[in-house]
């Protein structure tokens, strides 16, 4: 999320990251970006679930006991005057405000993508930092201010996706399926600087679901908190 001025090519930035160890299997961690003046520029916060392989090749989140063995030596970076999650608060979209309004759509479009070598990383599967400009090719929007990114299965080069597009003038969410998987998705946010929000993230987590039958041609979802759909339609 850019939260400052414009910076210059070849300005330094400095980048501070803090984790956090709420709770197996929960590693989140917060990241700023300061330009030379020291001013903040930019901040993002991540997380990923601290996993164990089985032998038969099964992921599942470690337990209490691997989790503090594993983050027994990086405590030492925390600083608990900044900690968002809890053992009790480890929703992802806890640690941002709420809007207050849900996110209302104005259209709704699908768009094939093909990924891209470019996409991901050295081990081929895709890298979170290059969604926005994956996005950018199904949603022509050239002014994208914040991102909310959701991997939520493995994706590779020459994966076929198609992408269904909630926007209106100021925000867009992304659901990627591959197939009828919903490897990924994204909430972007264009124009001015502007926060992420609850409703925002919700939309492409935990109401995912319900929307997943609305872009397999089902009936439009009711109106929630998070979200209205009211105003868009499939393209016949």
């Known amino acids: 999320e850019i939260v400052g001025d414009g910076i210059r090519v070849l300005d330094s930035l400095r980048v501070d990251t803090t984790p956090e160890f709420p709770s197996a299997p929960l590693f989140p961690w917060e990241t700023n970006m300061f330009s030379e003046d020291g001013k903040l520029y930019m901040k993002g916060r991540f997380a990923l679930n601290l996993c164990q392989i089985s ?39 806890s640690a941002y405000p709420k809007a207050g309004t849900p996110f209302t759509p104005t259209e709704h479009k699908e768009v094939a993508y093909a990924v891209r070598a470019a996409d991901c990383d050295m081990y081929n599967v895709l890298f979170q930092a290059r969604v926005p400009s994956m996005m950018e090719s199904c949603h022509q929007r050239h002014d994208a201010i914040a991102f909310y990114v959701n991997i939520r299965m493995s994706v590779r080069p020459g994966d076929e996706l198609t992408v269904h597009v909630f926007a209106n003038e100021a925000s867009a969410l992304f659901v990627c399926l591959r197939g009828k998987e919903p490897v990924l998705t994204a909430f972007g946010q264009y124009g001015k600087a502007g926060a992420i929000y609850q409703e925002q993230i919700k939309c492409g987590s935990i109401r995912l679901p319900i929307i997943l039958k609305f872009c397999a041609r089902g009936p439009k979802p009711a109106a929630c908190e998070d979200f209205d759909f009211s105003r868009i339609d499939f393209e016949e």
């Not at 691997?66 to 968002?84: G, I, N, Q």
């Open 55 to 93: 032998n038969s090749g099964a992921y599942s989140g470690v337990d209490a006991a691997k989790y503090t063995e594993f983050t027994k030596d990086m405590h030492k970076w925390t600083d608990p005057s900044r900690s968002v999650f809890s053992a009790t608060s480890l929703r992802f979209f």
